[in-house]
């Protein structure tokens, strides 16, 4: 089998457009779940101005957040699979 080399700049730059994706990911649901729970907890009491600007900067956040990051995973994949369709070495 063989093994990619460690410093191929292209694998490089790949892993870490992948490693932010995943962050960017984790951050646009974590606040995508933070305004869950703020429509929860103002549902339940008052539903402040300081509830509702939470809601909506929670959504704008996660919406200005996740979408790139889930376009960039995909790109990832993309250029992943088409490595190994075309018998390109990855690791």
């Known amino acids: ?3 990619p ?7 490089i730059k790949r892993a870490r457009a992948a490693r932010l994706a995943d962050l960017g990911q984790r951050i646009g649901y974590t606040l995508f779940g933070v305004a869950i729970i703020g429509f929860f907890v103002g549902l ?3 539903f402040s101005s300081a509830i509702a600007r ?3 900067a929670s959504i704008i956040g996660g919406s200005i957040v996740l979408a790139p990051a889930i376009i ?7 250029a992943t699979r088409d490595d190994l369709e075309h018998g390109r ?3």
């Open 1 to 3: 089998m063989n093994h």
């Open 5 to 11: 080399n460690p410093t191929d700049p292209v694998l």
């Open 44 to 46: 339940a009491t008052d």
């Open 54 to 56: 939470l809601v909506v």
């Open 72 to 78: 960039a995973g995909y790109a990832v994949k993309a």
């Open 89 to 91: 070495d990855i690791g």
